[in-house]
Nanobody
């Protein structure tokens, strides 16, 4: 069984920083993409940042230059460094990963989410 567990969320003032982490565990042969999504109350889930296994990254325009996604392939972990946080960043942040297990094809997995609140 594969599980994704997020951590690092919390309450921070505007302009502050947080670092989220997501660790994958279970029967894993390899992990392709790892991504972060977020969902604010009453809003649709939104793509935030993603990274390939080789380190290619992309971001939604609203976080470009403020957030940085990275990964530690040896530990099956992805991080999201969030700087210059704004109230509009407040949401539950979810980890997503495309994972190859004991056989092909790959499957899409989601974590339980971690709350990020930016408020003055």
């Amino acid at each position: 069984q594969v599980r994704l567990v997020e951590s690092g969320g919390g309450l921070v003032q505007p302009g502050g920083s947080l670092r989220l982490s997501c660790a994958a565990s279970g029967t894993i042969f390899s992990i392709n993409t790892m991504s972060w999504y977020r969902q604010a109350p009453g809003k649709e889930r939104e793509f935030v940042a993603g990274t390939s296994r080789s380190g290619i990254t992309k971001y939604v325009d609203s976080v470009e230059g403020r957030f940085t996604i990275s990964r530690d392939n040896a530990k099956n972990t992805v991080f999201l460094q969030m700087n210059h946080l704004k109230p509009e960043d407040t949401a539950v942040y979810y980890c997503n990963a495309e994972i190859y297990g004991s056989d092909f094809p790959s499957y899409d997995y989601w974590g339980q989410g971690t709350q990020v609140t930016v408020s003055s």
